[in-house]
């Protein structure tokens, strides 16, 4: 009796266990999208020692320039993705197609450029100029940073990154 009541009460509780939807990929995604996006800021918060002041006036403006940004980036990321789709044979693409893709790709850059000098000149209205250098340093720190964290090496001088002894 003892060893039925046990069985039905483990089954009571694994199977609204089992019944639980699990994240799909995209939730899963924009969760570590928030997750990084608030390890950003903390970063940098830290590294531009920013005033209350500043710090009211610059993230909006800093947050409105990567929103900028991050629409070049993907869109020029999508184009190679293309791009490399047709160069393994997964998808065709013809010459002028090719030719497009690539004029994509290009004008991307000159757009993130554009975007670049456009907010410097904004950020240099809000903060100082050596906070806008620590800002561009900060920016590159971060970006290797989660690399190493993606790749699992934790980056210049962790423990991760130094050899073992054998």
Do not use: C
């Not at 991307?108 to 809000?126: D, P």
């Amino acid at each position: 009796m003892k060893r039925i009541l046990l069985i039905l009460l483990t089954i009571a509780l694994v199977i609204p266990a089992m019944a639980q939807p699990e994240p799909n990929k995209q939730q899963q995604r924009n969760q570590r999208y928030q997750q990084i996006q608030s390890a950003k800021i903390a970063f940098f918060t830290a590294e531009l020692e920013l005033t209350p002041k500043e710090a009211e006036e610059f993230w909006p403006v800093y947050n409105q320039y990567w929103k900028e940004r991050e629409t070049v980036i993907r869109r020029v990321q999508g184009t190679l993705r293309n791009i490399n789709r047709s160069l393994k044979g997964e998808q065709a693409m013809t010459d002028t197609e090719f030719k497009n893709q690539l004029e994509i790709y290009i004008s991307g850059s000159s757009e993130e450029g554009a975007i670049h000098k456009g907010y410097f000149e904004k950020f240099l209205k809000i903060l100082p100029p050596k906070k806008v250098a620590k800002l561009y340093v900060a920016e590159e720190e971060f970006r290797m940073k989660m690399i190493h964290q993606l790749r699992g090496t934790g980056g210049p001088g962790t423990p991760s990154d130094q050899k073992q002894p054998k």
